[in-house]
Nanobody
Framework: QLQACGGGLVQPGGSLRLPCVTS????????IGWLRQAPGKEREGVAC?????????YYTEFAKGRFTISRDNRRSTVYLQMNSLKPEDTAVYLC???????????????????WGQGTQVTVSS
């Protein structure tokens, strides 16, 4: 089970940190990704962190330099720190888990094995 939380309303240029709290599976052995879906748009990848053995991180172009993904293996939680938020970042943010996938496919929603419910992020003045 995964649960994304921490969303809310933030002004342009502001920051949010989204936790993805997990339970019920062997967290250490899964890569965890953050994806998002804006109204009327397809779901898209944001960032992904590999299993605890590697802790490699991957970002889509729009996330590079602004977003940081990290994992806390003791708490079975993955965080997405989002800075310099823009109105176009407004979306429902979801976290998902996957195993044994090509790392370069992290941005493809269909490569994830199971998902949690999302959290709404709204960037507006």
């Amino acid at each position: 089970q995964l649960q994304a939380c921490g969303g809310g309303l933030v002004q342009p240029g502001g920051s949010l940190r989204l936790p993805c709290v997990t339970s019920g599976f062997n967290f250490d052995y899964y890569a965890i990704g953050w994806l998002r879906q804006a109204p009327g748009k397809e779901r898209e990848g944001v960032a992904c962190i590999s299993s605890s053995a590697d802790n490699n991180t991957y970002y889509t172009e729009f996330a590079k330099g602004r977003f940081t993904i990290s994992r806390d293996n003791r708490r079975s939680t993955v965080y997405l720190q989002m800075n310099s938020l823009k109105p176009e970042d407004t979306a429902v943010y979801l976290c998902a888990a996957r195993q044994n996938r090509y790392e370069g496919s992290f941005h493809i929603p269909g490569t994830y094995d199971f998902w949690g419910q999302g959290t709404q992020v709204t960037v507006s003045s």
